[in-house]
């Protein structure tokens, strides 16, 4: 899996779009990108994944910069439920493995 | 409802002790994981196994073994619990295929303290 690489920590107003990034600059052709978040001491929730076209689902838009390297996760319109732990993996799809880097704890401030 | 099951939600061992994790699926899951949680360094990968007998190390094996005697089992060891072990520990499953990330379902977490 490539390695990915997030700020450590951010900080968003209640009810503005939270953007956060991440770095993946040696993704190969066969790894898609998945986000996902945990709240508290719960296990990681799934949020949305893509390979290089952008996403949109309930929960958030995925958007994928045209070279790969790197990605930005948007919650539209945050609430304080999304204050979380959110994790970015580069990973290729026939790949079982599942491993976690150190995320960015996103702070939604009312 | 239940899918991931893990033996304890809390637990206290002596340095030296043999600790034993319980994980129990009931999906049928092939994958299963076990990660420990630290305040800063997100999740770490332990082990984990794609099939029964079958494991293969995470990033952080050392001082830990596990055991997949049972599809739906899969056990952590700590076969001389160290005060630097103390964590929470989650377990994990995922069904085999193509990208199915999104079916990777996690218990509820152990928090070990070893004293």
């Known amino acids: 899996d490539a390695k990915t690489t997030q700020p450590p920590s951010m900080d968003c107003a209640e009810g503005r779009a939270a953007n956060l990034p991440c770095n993946h600059s040696t993704i190969s052709g066969n790894e898609y990108v998945y986000w996902y978040r945990q709240i508290h001491s719960q296990g990681p929730q799934y949020i949305i994944h893509g390979l290089k076209n952008n996403e949109t689902n309930e929960m958030a838009s995925l958007i994928i910069t045209e070279d790969r390297k790197s990605s930005t996760l948007i919650l539209p319109h945050a609430t304080l439920r999304d204050t979380a732990v959110y994790y970015c993996?580069?990973?290729?799809?026939?790949?079982?493995?599942?491993?976690f880097g150190a995320g960015t704890r996103l702070t939604v401030k009312p | 409802d239940v899918k991931v099951t893990q033996s304890s939600r809390y637990l206290v061992k002596r340095t030296g002790e043999k600790v034993f994790l319980e994980c129990v699926q009931d999906m049928d899951h092939e994958n299963m994981f076990w990660y420990r949680q630290d305040p800063g360094l997100g999740l770490r990968l332990i082990y984990f196994?794609?099939?029964?007998?079958?494991?293969e190390k995470g990033d952080i094996p050392e001082g830990y073994s596990v055991s997949r005697e049972k599809k739906e089992r899969f056990s952590l060891i700590l076969e001389s619990a160290s005060t630097n072990q103390t964590s929470m520990y989650l377990c994990?499953?995922?069904?085999?295929?193509?990208?199915?990330?999104?079916?990777?379902?996690f218990g509820p977490g152990t928090r070990l303290t070893v004293t």
């Open positions: 993996i580069a990973r290729a799809y026939n790949n079982n493995d599942m491993r």
């Open positions: 196994s794609y099939d029964v007998k079958m494991k």
């Open positions: 994990a499953s995922t069904p085999l295929g193509y990208g199915r990330a999104w079916e990777q379902y």
